[in-house]
């Protein structure tokens, strides 16, 4: 349910529908998740932790100048959840929503969709 690899998604900031893409590679073991990523503000680096029996991850997303705090579920879609700004870095809060999921996931569904159009059974 959590694969090692190219992840993708998009965070939301609160009351703004835009969705901002970001590129993630991820590696999970052990109830702990790291991984690099790149979005609209820059690179960044992951750190955190999961639970697959309450399916709850945690994790800070840390760009050079800030980091952002991340709170998710697990399901068959994915992860996705609420972040926020670190207050003590910022003099302001910031919020919003995320969802990300394995690339390998996507393409797949893809792929099998394509089949089904194709063979008629859609």
Same mark, same amino acid.
């Given at each position: 349910m ?17 969705k901002?893409m970001?590129s993630? #590679? #991820?590696?999970?073991g052990a109830?702990?998740?790291?991984g690099t990523?790149?979005?609209d503000?820059?690179p960044?680096?992951?750190?955190g !932790?999961f639970d #697959?029996?309450?399916m709850?991850? !945690?994790w800070?997303?840390?760009?050079? !100048?800030?980091?952002?705090?991340y709170?998710?579920?697990?399901? /068959?879609?994915?992860?996705w959840g609420?972040w926020?700004s670190?207050?003590s /870095?910022m003099?302001f809060?910031?919020k919003?929503?995320f ?5 390998k996931?996507?393409?797949e569904e893809e792929a099998?969709?394509?089949k ?7």
């Amino acid at each position: 349910m959590l694969p090692d690899g190219e992840w993708e998604g998009f965070y939301l900031y609160r009351d703004n529908s835009h969705k901002h893409m970001m590129s993630l #590679m #991820m590696r999970f073991g052990a109830g702990t998740l790291e991984g690099t990523g790149f979005d609209d503000i820059g690179p960044f680096s992951l750190s955190g !932790t999961f639970d #697959m029996h309450t399916m709850t991850c !945690t994790w800070f997303k840390s760009y050079r !100048t800030h980091q952002i705090f991340y709170s998710g579920h697990i399901d /068959e879609n994915g992860i996705w959840g609420q972040w926020r700004s670190h207050q003590s /870095e910022m003099s302001f809060s910031l919020k919003g929503g995320f969802h990300i999921w394995p690339i390998k996931q996507h393409q797949e569904e893809e792929a099998k969709l394509a089949k089904e159009v194709m063979s008629g059974s859609f």
